[in-house]
Structure formats: structure tokens, C-alpha cells
């Protein structure tokens, strides 16, 4: 798969027609001014500190499709949902692909998490990726829900894994969803 050239339109659930396509150096003020729209409350469960200027900067500075594969929604210019695929590409977890997804405030509930989590799955497949894996706070209902509907089971809850950013435990939801069985290249997999 060609990430240089990857793009694709899809429509929400009002008729509004967005485009999703992979990050690029030049997104990178863009990228900043979305995360920092972000509310406190929600920041507080984000695992990276995405209102950091530099670390919006190294992300695109450092682009590798190949480790993380950023793919942003853009509706009339703007970044309105940003995803990632996480790979290492050695060692015991090279088949696996983890997902990260954050959704604009003002986008939510029109589908645009669904058709997101949907089009990972497509690419995960034409990655050979054989499981997708997320980590979601307990707490976050609507995430669970939104991966539980595109075919991701809860594989296991952690309590107390992580801190939020006031320093308090956290349990962690782990959902994974198969992708692909294992060296099976004639697989058809239904979307
Ligand atoms: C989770 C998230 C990605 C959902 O995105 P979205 O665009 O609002 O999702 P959709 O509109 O496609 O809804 C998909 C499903 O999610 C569930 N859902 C969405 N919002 C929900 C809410 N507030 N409460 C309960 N379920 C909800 C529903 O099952 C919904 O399906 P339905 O519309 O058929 O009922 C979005 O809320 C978000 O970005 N949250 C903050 C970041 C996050 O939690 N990321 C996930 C972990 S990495």
C-alpha cells in the first residue's frame, strides 16, 4: 500500500464529506491547533501529552509511516479526528498494529469514529497486521462502545494500569479485533 498516495472520502451521518489521508510534515500547526483544542477533562486520559508544541513538532519531523502511521480526517482544511497505527516491526509483537483515535469534539456522534475505526481495519489488513489492539481508560464508555461495534472484544481489563494527569489510577480496557489469521494470504476478510 502506498501511503504517498492513499486518500479516500467518506461521508457522515449529516451528508458532510471529509477526507481521510495521512499525515505529512506540513500538518504539523494544524495537528497542534487540534489537539490543543482538546478540553482539560478529556486531556487528563490521553497517554502523550498532546498540547506539547515539541512533541507535535518531533511527531512530524520523524514521520515513518512504517512505525506510526497517522491518518487525519480533514474537513474544508481543518483536522477533525486524527488516528494512528502503532507497528514494531521486530520481536514478538511485529503482527500487531495498536490504535489510537481521537475525535474533534464538534464531530462526535455523526459517524465519523466508526467510519475511522472501519477504514484502520482496511489498512491494517493490506499491512498484514494480524490483530489491532486498543487501549481504552474503563471509565470511557463511548470508546468502548465504538470499537465493540467494528468487531474489537474486550481482551482484558487492567485494573489500576495507568495515571491520569492528576497523578490517579486508571483501570485500563484492552480491546483487540483479528485482522488476519496468521500466514493465510488468501484470507477474505469481511469488513
Ligand atoms: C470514542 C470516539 C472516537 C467515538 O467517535 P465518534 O465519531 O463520536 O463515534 P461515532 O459517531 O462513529 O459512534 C460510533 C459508536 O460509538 C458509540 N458512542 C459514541 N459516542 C457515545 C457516547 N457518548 N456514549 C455511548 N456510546 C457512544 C455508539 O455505540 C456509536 O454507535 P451508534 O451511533 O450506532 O450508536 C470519540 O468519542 C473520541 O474521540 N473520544 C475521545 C478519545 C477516545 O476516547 N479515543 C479512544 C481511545 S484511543
Redesign the pocket.
Known amino acids: 500500500m502506498d501511503f504517498n498516495m492513499y486518500q479516500k472520502e467518506v461521508q457522515l451521518k449529516d451528508g458532510a464529506k471529509v477526507l481521510l489521508r495521512p499525515m505529512v510534515a506540513e500538518d504539523q500547526d494544524d495537528l497542534y491547533e487540534f489537539f490543543k483544542a482538546i478540553p482539560r477533562e ?1 486531556v487528563r486520559y490521553l497517554r502523550d501529552d498532546v498540547q506539547s508544541r515539541l512533541l507535535v513538532e518531533k511527531w512530524a519531523k520523524n514521520l515513518d509511516y512504517n512505525k506510526t502511521l497517522p491518518i487525519l480526517a480533514v474537513k474544508d482544511g481543518d483536522i477533525i479526528a486524527d488516528a494512528t497505527i502503532n507497528r514494531r516491526r521486530s520481536g514478538w509483537k511485529w503482527h500487531l498494529g495498536t490504535v ?4 474533534h469534539k464538534d ?8 467510519l475511522m475505526i472501519e477504514e484502520l481495519g482496511r489498512i491494517a489488513y493490506e499491512l498484514k497486521i494480524e490483530k489491532l489492539i ?1 487501549e ?1 481508560p474503563g471509565l ?4 468502548v ?2 470499537f465493540s ?1 467494528e468487531g474489537f472484544y474486550r481482551a482484558a481489563v487492567i485494573p489500576n494500569m495507568v495515571k491520569d494527569r492528576e497523578n490517579r489510577p486508571v483501570d485500563v480496557v484492552v480491546m483487540m479485533k483479528d485482522i488476519k489469521p496468521a500466514h493465510d494470504d488468501e484470507y477474505d476478510y469481511d469488513f
Open positions: 478529556e489510537r483515535l481521537f475525535v464531530y462526535r456522534n455523526v459517524g465519523l469514529g466508526h486498543v481504552i470511557n464508555t463511548a470508546a462502545n465504538a461495534k
